[in-house]
C-alpha cells in the first residue's frame, strides 16, 4: 500500500454537561457525540524521505500548530523503517473553530492511516490512547463509533442516537474554548445523568447562555433556527444546529438563511466515514 484516502468527519455534541472541574483545571463532562456526513478529505501519499509534510498550509494554522503534523510526529518514533515518510494533502470543508470538531477529527484520521500506511500494527486503543494527548475528542473519532462521554471525552459508552438531518447555521464569529472553560460564570455542577442518550433532547448544552452573552451572533442564529426546529449549541460554539425529520425540510430551511450566517445540510452519523475506508 503506497497511499490512503481518508475522510475526517465533523461532529456534534447533542448535549454537553460540565459535571465537575478536575485539580489542572479541565472540566468533567458529559456530552453525546454524532458524526455528520460532512467530512474533510485528507490524502496520505507514502514517501522515502523519513519525515512527513503537509502539501497545503491551512490560512492562519502554521504547521507544528496543525493537529495534523502533530498526529503525524506522534507516531515517527514508533516507524519500524526509519525511511518511511509521507505528503499529506489536506481538502479542509468543515468550517473551524466552531465546535464541530473538525482538527480532532483531522488527528484521528490521521493516526488511522499512518497506523496503516507504515504498517504499525497499533491497536485502537492504542491509537485512542495518543489521540487523547492531541485533544479530548480525538478519541472519539479513532474509535468512530457515536458515543455517550464522561471524563473529558475519553470514557466512551457506544451510543445510537437517530440519525437525523441538521442544518448546521454558522454565525461566523470565534468563540474561544479556554475563554469560555475559564469563565466565572460557566455552570460547572450539572449532576451527572449517567447515560440515557435517547433521552438528550431533553438535556442542555452548559456552555450555550455563556456562549450567547459573550457573543451575541450566536443568540441571533439560535433564535432563527428555532423557528423551523428544535435548536442547540454544538461544543463550546460558535455553530448551532437544527434538528430536522429530512433532508428536505432542512434544505428548505437553508433557502431562508439570512445572509449574515453561512450554513449546510448533514446528516447525522453512527459510524464515521472514516471507517468505511480503512
Ligand atoms: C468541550 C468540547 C466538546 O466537544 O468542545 P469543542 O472544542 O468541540 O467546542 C471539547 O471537548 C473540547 O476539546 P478540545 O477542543 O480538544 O479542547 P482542548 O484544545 O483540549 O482544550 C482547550 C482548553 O479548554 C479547556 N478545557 C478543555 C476541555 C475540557 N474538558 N476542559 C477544559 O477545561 C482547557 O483550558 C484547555 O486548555
Ligand atoms: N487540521 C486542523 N483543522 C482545523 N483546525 C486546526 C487544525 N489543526 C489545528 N487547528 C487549530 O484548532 C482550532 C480548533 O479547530 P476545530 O477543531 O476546527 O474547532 P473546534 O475545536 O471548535 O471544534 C483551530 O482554530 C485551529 O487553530
Known amino acids: 500500500m503506497t497511499e490512503i484516502s481518508i475522510a475526517a468527519p465533523a461532529k ?19 456530552t453525546l457525540f454524532q458524526f455528520l456526513s460532512v467530512c474533510d478529505e485528507l490524502h496520505f501519499q507514502l514517501t522515502d524521505t523519513g519525515h512527513v509534510q503537509l502539501s ?3 490560512p492562519g494554522v502554521s504547521p507544528q500548530n496543525n493537529l495534523i503534523i502533530q498526529a503525524a510526529q506522534r507516531l515517527l518514533p514508533l516507524r519500524h523503517d526509519r525511511n518511511q515518510g509521507a505528503t499529506i494533502t489536506l481538502h479542509k470543508k468543515i468550517p473551524m473553530g466552531g465546535g464541530l470538531g473538525g482538527g480532532s477529527s483531522d488527528a484521528a484520521s490521521t493516526l488511522l492511516a499512518l497506523n496503516k500506511l507504515w504498517q504499525l500494527q497499533l491497536s485502537i ?8 494527548q492531541l485533544g479530548a475528542d480525538v478519541p472519539v473519532f479513532v474509535r468512530g463509533k457515536a458515543a455517550f462521554a464522561q471524563g473529558v471525552g475519553e470514557k466512551l459508552i457506544y451510543a445510537e442516537p437517530e440519525q437525523n438531518w441538521y442544518l448546521i447555521v ?15 460564570d460557566l455552570p460547572r455542577r450539572t449532576p451527572i445523568v449517567n447515560g440515557n442518550p435517547e433521552n438528550w433532547q431533553q438535556y442542555r448544552n452548559d456552555c450555550q447562555d ?9 443568540a441571533n442564529a ?4 428555532l423557528e423551523y ?3 442547540r449549541m454544538t461544543g463550546t460554539g460558535a455553530c448551532v444546529f437544527g434538528c430536522f425529520p429530512s433532508e428536505e425540510s432542512a434544505n428548505h430551511a437553508l433557502s431562508e438563511l439570512p445572509t449574515e450566517f453561512s450554513g449546510f445540510v448533514a446528516q447525522g ?3 464515521s466515514p472514516a471507517w468505511h475506508q480503512l
Do not use: K, M
Open 12 to 30: 456534534i455534541n447533542l448535549f454537553l454537561h460540565i459535571t465537575g472541574r478536575r485539580d489542572d483545571g479541565y472540566h468533567e463532562l458529559e
Open 56 to 58: 497545503n498550509d491551512i
Open 125 to 132: 486503543d492504542q491509537l485512542a490512547e495518543i489521540g487523547l
Open 170 to 184: 454558522n454565525p461566523q464569529v470565534h468563540v474561544s474554548t479556554a475563554e469560555v472553560f475559564t469563565h466565572p
Open 210 to 218: 455563556l456562549v450567547c452573552r459573550l457573543q451575541p451572533s450566536v
Open 222 to 225: 439560535l433564535a432563527w433556527l
Open 229 to 231: 426546529a428544535p435548536t
Open 269 to 271: 452519523l453512527n459510524t
